[in-house]
C-alpha cells in the first residue's frame, strides 16, 4: 500500500491531523492500538478561557477559539452529530479576597468579553452548599471529544485507513530521504501522536514530558438540570441528563494509569465541598495526560531524520489546542510553514 503519510496515535491529536491533512487531499493511514486509558477517552473536554486565582486568559485562547468552533462544526456536519457546545462557567468565590480579584479582573477591558454581568446558577442551586458569591465566565465550551474520536474511527475502519495495533518500532525503516516503510506500507513520513505513550518513543523520548494521571467520577444528580460548567477546586461538567462529570485528580507520580482508591477519596472530598448531599457515584476513569515540563505542546520535526515528525504534549487541553495546532502542524508538513517558536520541538534540540 502507498500513502502521503502515516499518523501513530488516534486521540485527538491524531484525529484532528488526519481530518487537516485529509483537507488538504493528503491520502494518510492510522496505526493505534485503541488503549483504554488514553486521555481523549477520559477527559471532559471543557474549554475555559479564563483560568487560575488570578483569572487570566487561557493562553492563546483568543486564536484558538474562533477555530475550535469552526473545525468542531465541520466535523458535526462530516459525522453527523454533536461534539461542541458552548458553556458558561460558574467560579465559586468563597471569600472577599476572591471577590475583589473577580471584579477586578472583570473590569478590565480587555477581558469584558468573558464576564457575565449578572451570573446565574438557577434551580441547581438547590443541589450545591451555601457559597458568599458566584463570578460566571462565557466564550468557553465543552467538547465530547471520546465520541468524537470513537466516531471519527468508525469512518477511518469504514475507509480502510486505520490498522489497529501497537506500532513495532523495530519494523519502521526511514534509513531513505523523503520515505518510510512500515509492514508493507510506503509513505513520505511518519507522524507521532501517542499522548502520553510517547515517552517510549525511541525517537522523541529525549523530550522532557512531564507526565501527569488525572482521575475522574461520574455522578448521578437527580431532578438536576445544569447547562453550565461550575468550578471550585475540581470542575463539574455536565455530561446527559442528570448525570456529571466530576475532575480531575493530578498525580505526577504513578505506577499505572489505573484508578487508584486515594484519587477516588480525594475527589468525594471536594464533591462534599460543593453539593449538599453526596452524589451517586456511577463510574471512575483514569488517563495520564501529555503533559511537558513547560507546559507547551511539541510540534514539529526529528532534527536528525526529516521523515519522522510529532505533534504531542497536548497538556490539560487537548479538546481547544487540537483544531489550531493540527492546522499549523499541517501547514509545517506540507507546505514547510514556520511553527510557533513556543510549541517547536526545536527548542528542546540541544537535549537530542
Ligand atoms: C482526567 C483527565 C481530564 C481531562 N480533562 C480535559 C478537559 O476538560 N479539557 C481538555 O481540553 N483536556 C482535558 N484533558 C487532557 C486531554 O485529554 C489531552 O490533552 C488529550 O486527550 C491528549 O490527546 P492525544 O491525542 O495527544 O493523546 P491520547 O488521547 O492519549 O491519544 C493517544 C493515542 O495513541 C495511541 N498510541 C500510543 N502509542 C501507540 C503506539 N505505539 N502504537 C499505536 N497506538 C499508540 C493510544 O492508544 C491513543 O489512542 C484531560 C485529561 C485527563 C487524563
Given at each position: 500500500?502507498?500513502?502521503?503519510?502515516?499518523?501513530?496515535?488516534?486521540?485527538?491529536?491524531?484525529?484532528?491531523?488526519?481530518?487537516?491533512?485529509?483537507?488538504?487531499?493528503?491520502?494518510?493511514?492510522?496505526?493505534?492500538?485503541?488503549?483504554?486509558?488514553?486521555?481523549?477517552?477520559?477527559?471532559?473536554?471543557?474549554?475555559?478561557?479564563?483560568?487560575?486565582?488570578?483569572?487570566?486568559?487561557?493562553?492563546?485562547?483568543?486564536?484558538?477559539?474562533?477555530?475550535?468552533?469552526?473545525?468542531?462544526?465541520?466535523?458535526?456536519?462530516?459525522?453527523?452529530?454533536?461534539?461542541?457546545?458552548?458553556?458558561?462557567?460558574?467560579?465559586?468565590?468563597?471569600?472577599?479576597?476572591?471577590?475583589?480579584?473577580?471584579?477586578?479582573?472583570?473590569?478590565?477591558?480587555?477581558?469584558?468579553?468573558?464576564?457575565?454581568?449578572?451570573?446565574?446558577?438557577?434551580?441547581?442551586?438547590?443541589?450545591?452548599?451555601?457559597?458568599?458569591?458566584?463570578?460566571?465566565?462565557?466564550?468557553?465550551?465543552?467538547?465530547?471529544?471520546?465520541?468524537?474520536?470513537?466516531?471519527?474511527?468508525?469512518?477511518?475502519?469504514?475507509?480502510?485507513?486505520?490498522?489497529?495495533?501497537?506500532?513495532?518500532?523495530?519494523?519502521?525503516?526511514?534509513?531513505?530521504?523523503?520515505?518510510?516503510?512500515?509492514?508493507?506500507?510506503?509513505?513520505?513520513?511518519?507522524?507521532?501522536?501517542?499522548?502520553?505513550?510517547?515517552?517510549?518513543?525511541?525517537?522523541?523520548?529525549?523530550?522532557?514530558?512531564?507526565?501527569?494521571?488525572?482521575?475522574?467520577?461520574?455522578?448521578?444528580?437527580?431532578?438536576?438540570?445544569?447547562?453550565?460548567?461550575?468550578?471550585?477546586?475540581?470542575?463539574?461538567?455536565?455530561?446527559?441528563?442528570?448525570?456529571?462529570?466530576?475532575?480531575?485528580?493530578?498525580?505526577?507520580?504513578?505506577?499505572?494509569?489505573?484508578?487508584?482508591?486515594?484519587?477516588?477519596?480525594?475527589?468525594?472530598?471536594?464533591?462534599?465541598?460543593?453539593?449538599?448531599?453526596?452524589?451517586?457515584?456511577?463510574?471512575?476513569?483514569?488517563?495520564?495526560?501529555?503533559?511537558?515540563?513547560?507546559?507547551?505542546?511539541?510540534l514539529g520535526v526529528?532534527?536528525?531524520?526529516?521523515?519522522?515528525f510529532?505533534f504531542?504534549?497536548?497538556?490539560?487541553?487537548?479538546?481547544?489546542?487540537?483544531?489550531?495546532?493540527?492546522?499549523q502542524m499541517a501547514d509545517f508538513i506540507l507546505n514547510d510553514a514556520d511553527l510557533?517558536?513556543?510549541?517547536d520541538?526545536?527548542?528542546?534540540?540541544?537535549?537530542?
Amino acid at each position: 500500500m502507498s500513502v502521503d503519510y502515516l499518523i501513530v496515535g488516534q486521540g485527538i491529536a491524531g484525529t484532528l491531523l488526519h481530518f487537516s491533512l485529509k483537507k488538504a487531499g493528503q491520502k494518510v493511514v492510522v496505526i493505534d492500538n485503541h488503549h483504554k486509558g488514553a486521555a481523549t477517552k477520559v477527559a471532559a473536554g471543557g474549554i475555559n478561557p479564563i483560568t487560575g486565582k488570578r483569572y487570566v486568559k487561557s493562553w492563546k485562547i483568543e486564536t484558538l477559539m474562533p477555530v475550535v468552533r469552526t473545525v468542531y462544526a465541520e466535523l458535526e456536519a462530516l459525522l453527523d452529530t454533536q461534539f461542541f457546545k458552548e458553556r458558561n462557567i460558574i467560579r465559586i468565590l468563597k471569600n472577599a479576597g476572591e471577590e475583589n480579584t473577580w471584579l477586578g479582573r472583570s473590569a478590565d477591558p480587555f477581558y469584558l468579553k468573558y464576564f457575565v454581568e449578572h451570573p446565574l446558577i438557577g434551580d441547581f442551586e438547590k443541589h450545591l452548599n451555601s457559597f458568599p458569591s458566584i463570578g460566571e465566565i462565557k466564550n468557553g465550551g465543552q467538547v465530547d471529544i471520546a465520541l468524537l474520536v470513537e466516531k471519527y474511527k468508525e469512518l477511518l475502519f469504514s475507509n480502510q485507513e486505520i490498522l489497529n495495533e501497537k506500532l513495532d518500532y523495530s519494523q519502521l525503516d526511514y534509513s531513505k530521504k523523503g520515505a518510510v516503510s512500515y509492514k508493507g506500507i510506503e509513505s513520505k513520513a511518519v507522524i507521532f501522536c501517542e499522548g502520553a505513550g510517547a515517552a517510549k518513543n525511541p525517537f522523541f523520548n529525549y523530550l522532557p514530558f512531564e507526565l501527569s494521571k488525572g482521575e475522574a467520577l461520574t455522578v448521578k444528580i437527580k431532578d438536576s438540570n445544569l447547562d453550565k460548567i461550575i468550578r471550585h477546586r475540581v470542575s463539574v461538567v455536565p455530561t446527559q441528563k442528570d448525570e456529571y462529570w466530576i475532575g480531575a485528580s493530578n498525580s505526577w507520580e504513578f505506577e499505572n494509569d489505573d484508578p487508584t482508591q486515594e484519587a477516588k477519596e480525594n475527589l468525594e472530598e471536594h464533591l462534599s465541598s460543593i453539593f449538599k448531599n453526596k452524589p451517586e457515584i456511577t463510574n471512575h476513569q483514569s488517563a495520564i495526560r501529555p503533559t511537558v515540563k513547560d507546559r507547551r505542546p511539541l510540534l514539529g520535526v526529528h532534527p536528525n531524520h526529516s521523515n519522522l515528525f510529532i505533534f504531542n504534549g497536548l497538556g490539560t487541553k487537548g479538546a481547544s489546542l487540537a483544531p489550531y495546532l493540527s492546522q499549523q502542524m499541517a501547514d509545517f508538513i506540507l507546505n514547510d510553514a514556520d511553527l510557533l517558536s513556543e510549541v517547536d520541538i526545536q527548542r528542546y534540540s540541544g537535549k537530542v
